[in-house]
């Protein structure tokens, strides 16, 4: 790719360094180096598009809400993640041309693309042992739970546009990457990985060839039934009374969001106030039953309104559904087949992000505002090298 900015291989480290079993906040200092020397240098950040304005609403709504929680103290450090999302998006924002959103592309579908193969090797090396036994061996503090698995999942459409490129460098990453992705999903047993990989893959080829679409339906299911054949169809059981379980969990957020309404009570208060607002009991009869407290509403929706009110419920929506928009006006621009093979992964990755959001996401997650805020910034340096659109 020839030179690159110190900003961007910072930006680059940063996101790799999610593969490292480290604490994320070692790793800020590198983004701080990065946005000094985007600051120093002629990189600026592209904040004046209706992109830029979405994430910026949504990270002030995040701060407001924490300032007036009565947990503010307690609930601090789950929003520390706000800070590299930010930095990240200065200084992602901030690259010219194309060449960068494609290596930036590149590193984050290695990155799903290890962490989905560490996770994946402690499944062949402890069969017996469970999906949260596995997570806590792999010793990742931003993979603690099986639902982080959603990481690798929602990142495999920019792992198939590396396949597709080329070069030999990202058609390898690329390639391997899915394999592991895909693999982990089932050794994983993870029904919500399963969606999200079928969400996000499919929009990536409805974007990019509507008429695979069918083809790529039925060849996935083929394969993800094939390979849970060999666990003897644990994935398939697994899908019984999975929304069921969730309803006192969105019940309890919704009701938390009738008692602050405007504000909510702050970014990742529903852990405390699991007890006063969550009923167990409350569930249906058919639904699996899960004995354990759940830190989080499992539906980022919910929990924005919940935790932020109104004004962070909005600030989100508006946010995903700005960048969607983005993404997909970006697949109407003269460019070549590997930019608009980037303008589909983007859009299928933040598909993927706006479905799993429904049943499985949190915000709380530190990788999750990293990946939204990170990709919403790759798409601000997309279309900036854009050409016009077609007539």
């Known amino acids: 790719m020839g030179h690159k900015p110190i900003s961007l291989i910072a930006a680059g480290a940063y996101l790799a360094a999610l593969a490292l079993p480290l604490d994320p906040r070692f790793a800020l200092v590198v983004l701080l180096i990065g946005m000094g020397a985007a600051i120093s240098g002629s990189e600026q950040p592209d904040w004046q598009v209706p992109l830029g304005y979405a994430l910026i609403a949504y990270l002030l709504a995040s701060l407001l809400s924490l300032g007036?929680?009565?947990?503010?103290?307690?609930?601090?450090?789950?929003?520390?993640?706000?800070?590299?999302?930010?930095?990240?998006?200065?200084?992602?924002?901030?690259?010219?041309?194309?060449?960068?959103?494609?290596?930036?592309?590149?590193?984050?579908?290695?990155?799903?693309?290890?962490?989905a193969a560490v996770f994946a090797?402690?499944?062949?090396?402890?069969?017996?042992?469970?999906?949260t036994e596995r997570m806590g061996l792999a010793g990742y503090p931003q993979f603690g739970v099986p639902n982080d698995l959603l990481f690798a999942a929602i990142l495999s459409p920019l792992a198939l546009t590396s396949l597709l490129r080329q070069e030999l460098r990202p058609r390898l990453l690329g390639g391997l990457s899915l394999l592991a992705i895909m693999s982990t999903v089932i050794l994983y047993r993870s029904r919500g990985a399963v969606l999200v990989l079928l969400v996000g893959l499919l929009t990536f080829t409805a974007a990019r060839r509507p008429r695979l679409v069918m083809p790529v339906i039925t060849g996935l299911i083929l394969l993800i039934l094939g390979l849970d054949a060999l666990q003897s169809f644990a994935l398939t059981e697994k899908f019984g009374g999975l929304w069921g379980a969730r309803l006192p969990l969105w019940q309890g957020a919704?009701?938390?969001?009738?008692?602050?309404?405007?504000?909510?009570?702050?970014?990742?208060?529903?852990?405390?106030?699991?007890?006063?607002?969550?009923?167990?009991?409350?569930a249906p009869d058919w639904a699996a039953h899960d004995p354990r407290k759940a830190p989080w509403p499992h539906q980022i929706y919910l929990e924005a309104l919940a935790e932020r009110g109104i004004l962070g419920g909005l600030a989100l929506s508006a946010l995903l559904v700005t960048a969607l928009k983005t993404a997909w006006s970006g697949l109407r621009l003269n460019n070549t087949a590997t930019v608009r093979n980037l303008f589909a992964a983007l859009l299928g990755s933040l598909a993927a992000i706006a479905i799993a959001g429904l049943f499985e996401l949190s915000l709380v997650r530190h990788w999750l505002q990293v990946v939204l805020a990170g990709e919403c910034a790759l798409l601000i340096i997309a279309r900036n090298a854009a050409s016009p659109p077609q007539r």
Not at 74 to 91: C, R, T
Not at 124 to 131: E, K, N, T, V
Not at 256 to 282: C, K, N, Q, T, W
Request: charged residues 10%; hydrophobic residues 55%; negative net charge.
């Open 254 to 282: 919704w009701n938390m969001f009738l008692d602050a309404p405007l504000l909510g009570h702050g970014p990742g208060s529903f852990e405390i106030l699991y007890d006063a607002y969550v009923r167990p009991e409350s």
């Open 121 to 131: 090797g402690l499944a062949l090396l402890y069969p017996d042992a469970s999906p």
């Open 68 to 115: 007036v929680s009565t947990f503010a103290s307690q609930l601090f450090p789950k929003s520390l993640s706000l800070i590299p999302a930010a930095l990240l998006f200065a200084i992602i924002a901030g690259q010219a041309g194309k060449r960068a959103a494609l290596w930036l592309t590149e590193v984050l579908a290695a990155t799903a693309g290890l962490v």
